[in-house]
């Protein structure tokens, strides 16, 4: 089921904690809505789950207003960080339950509704499980649970509140794999919130990126880790550096260097570069003119991945960071201390005005 | 040898006297007492019509006070936690105002408010209803000093539980009731039975708020502990310590019941 949410504002007591939110989620997207601690995104997956009130602006799942509907009507699977399954209940009654509290018309008989507790069970691979009680399960079994319960109801659509937040790295990973496997076999539209930029990047189809109650950015992963439309998502993505310059009719000259930018500029403006630590090429000898003279004043392995700290010899003498594998790292054979030459191999600039965080 | 090895027997000892010269020893005086004068006298003290109505006045006075504190107690404590308002932690403190207050003083407030001289007094007495120094009157001074055990002992319970099971069954298309009776309910009913013991207890014990608007009346308004007082004042030892004996015996069922349902609530 597709959702269009239409101008949605949140006010909690005097603060506002979502601003004119406008969003549309296709039918049978995987959408993350990404964000900082406080910047709204899980107020506005409740509010779409029915379990929040809207100040101002309309819901729609398709073609429906579904704004004073109650999350009890809505029909949709919501999954919550910290598992929220009925202790007291097995896990095949934990599955069960959407099925079971249903209006006599519309439950489903007993033997069908054992049958799609199995066969959900199937699906989450717990197939074992369906006797033991939630506290007997792992962090990662008891989320296939909730998420299994979720499915239940046949939902038209499953949101996901930080779903992988409590279990630790290597089993998030699993179930990061297992989540995309599993919405392409239901194709349920998904929605889940997450502050992790790997997660989302790795997940979704689509992320919408989300800073102080506002839509920053949405777009692809590659999209939106490829061309950040601002500083704070060249900050929130990933590391950058950021080097200051000014524009002038040659492109952008950061300390007397001069750059080309794949942004366009008004001359004479100041302008905030930012640089991914991948995409800067160090060398030993200076190869053309527009190379930064730094001094490496620290190296850190991270398995195969090398960071570099390099201190610039001219301007304002910031430190940049710089990340190279690990066979490129021993090739050059660096040590710290030496006297290189970073070459910058793309560079995105913003106007200094619209640079806040 | 350590320290701990010397001083661990010693701290046992000592508490272990400590508890028999002030429970063990009472609660063996309060049985021999009961029996100092033979089993006939003991059964007679409990069974004789002023010591009946005693009883059945303070099980009347059980069954219509814990129920209603449980209602309010769930139903506060649900309220309190499961919503947030303005004067809600304002609230959360009144609850426990009767914890505060001494009974005496309770029990004065009613009298003040109901008594033949207080504020409701002349219109109690037009519509000829008698609340001090009759059942009603003891009804409310029991409740006032028993309010606070549900709900203080289910508030911290769903407090930390949160919302969430709620939530999830909300979503899941329960509605309120079925929420209440498949989620929240199991999940506190221990808590709420450990509230319900702890009020019944108190409930039949209550001695200062109920002796002050009872009136203490033989037959009429004397509830257990009432009972024994006056036995005891009139040298009715063996009497006296009848009741009092089966007032422990029932405060000592409930510490077992209590302790089963700690276990119970350990074990979840």
């Known amino acids: 089921m597709s959702i269009t949410i239409k101008d949605i504002n949140k006010v909690f007591g005097k603060t506002p904690v979502l601003k004119d939110i406008h969003l549309n989620v296709r039918q049978g997207e995987l959408l993350a809505l990404l964000g900082p601690s406080g910047s709204g995104k899980t107020t506005l997956l409740r509010i779409i789950a029915g379990l929040e009130h809207v100040t101002k602006g309309d819901i729609y799942f398709e073609d429906k207003n579904v704004t004073h509907e109650g999350a009890q009507d809505r029909s949709v699977g919501f999954v919550f960080q910290h598992y929220a399954l009925f202790p007291h209940m097995k896990v095949k009654d934990n599955i069960a339950y959407g099925l079971r509290v249903r209006k006599r018309k519309s439950r489903l008989p007993n033997v069908k509704i054992t049958e799609k507790v199995q066969e959900l069970l199937r699906l989450v691979k717990l197939e074992a499980f369906g006797d033991h009680y939630p506290n007997q399960l792992s962090g990662g079994q008891k989320q296939r649970v909730a998420l299994a319960r979720a499915l239940a109801i046949n939902p038209s659509v499953l949101l996901l509140d930080e779903p992988f937040g409590a279990l630790d790295a290597q089993v998030r990973k699993e179930l990061r794999k297992w989540l995309k496997t599993l919405h392409k076999q239901t194709g349920v539209t998904t929605l889940f919130v997450t502050h992790d930029q790997e997660e989302a990047l790795d997940v979704a189809d689509q992320v919408v990126v989300l800073k102080d109650g506002e839509i920053i950015q949405r777009g692809t992963p590659i999209n939106i880790y490829e061309s950040p439309n601002s500083p704070f998502m060249y900050r929130f993505l990933g590391n950058a550096n950021e080097l200051n310059g000014v524009v002038t009719k040659d492109g952008v000259s950061i300390d007397g260097l001069t750059f080309v930018s794949e942004w366009t500029h008004t001359i004479g403006a100041e302008i905030v570069g930012y640089i991914r630590p991948h995409e800067i090429s160090i060398s030993h000898t200076e190869s053309s003119e527009h190379q930064l003279a730094v001094t490496i004043s620290s190296i850190h392995h991270v398995g195969p991945v090398v960071f570099i700290e390099a201190k610039r010899k001219h301007g304002e003498k910031e430190n940049v960071e710089i990340e190279l594998s690990k066979s490129k790292f021993d090739e050059l054979s660096i040590r710290v201390g030496d006297h290189m030459y970073a070459r910058i191999d793309r560079l995105r600039t913003f106007e200094s005005e619209d640079y806040c965080i | ?268």
Not at chain 2, 180 to 193: D, S
Request: contains cysteine.
């Open chain 2, 1 to 268: 040898m350590t320290e701990s090895k010397v001083y661990k027997p010693i701290l046992i000892v000592a508490a272990f006297l400590f508890l028999t010269l002030f429970l063990v020893l009472p609660l063996l005086i309060i049985f021999i007492g009961a029996f100092s004068q033979g089993f006939y006298v003991f059964w007679y003290s409990i069974t004789e019509p002023a010591a009946r109505h005693a009883i059945f006045l303070t099980i009347i006075v059980l069954i219509i006070t814990v129920p209603l504190h449980t209602l309010f107690g769930l139903t506060a404590a649900w309220a309190l936690t499961k919503f947030r308002f303005r004067g809600r932690q304002f609230i959360i403190t009144l609850i426990e105002i009767p914890f505060a207050i001494s009974p005496v003083i309770a029990g004065l407030i009613f009298i003040i408010l109901y008594g033949v001289n207080g504020f409701f007094g002349e219109w109690l007495i037009d519509n000829d209803l008698q609340v001090i120094f009759a059942l009603p009157g003891i009804i409310l001074a029991t409740m006032f000093v028993t309010l606070p055990f549900i709900a203080r002992e289910l508030i911290p319970l769903m407090e930390a539980q949160g919302t969430d099971a709620e939530e999830a069954s909300i979503t899941l298309g329960a509605g309120g009731f079925r929420t209440f009776y498949h989620v929240t309910f199991p999940a506190i009913k221990w808590g709420l039975l450990y509230g319900v013991i702890l009020c019944s207890a108190r409930a039949i014990g209550e001695f200062g708020a109920v002796s002050v608007v009872s009136g203490r009346i033989r037959g009429a308004t004397n509830t257990m502990p009432l009972h024994v007082e006056i036995l005891y004042n009139e040298y009715q030892f063996a009497s006296a310590f009848s009741i009092a004996l089966l007032m422990s015996l029932f405060a000592i069922f409930t510490i077992i019941i209590k302790q089963i349902v700690e276990r119970k609530q350990h074990l979840r």
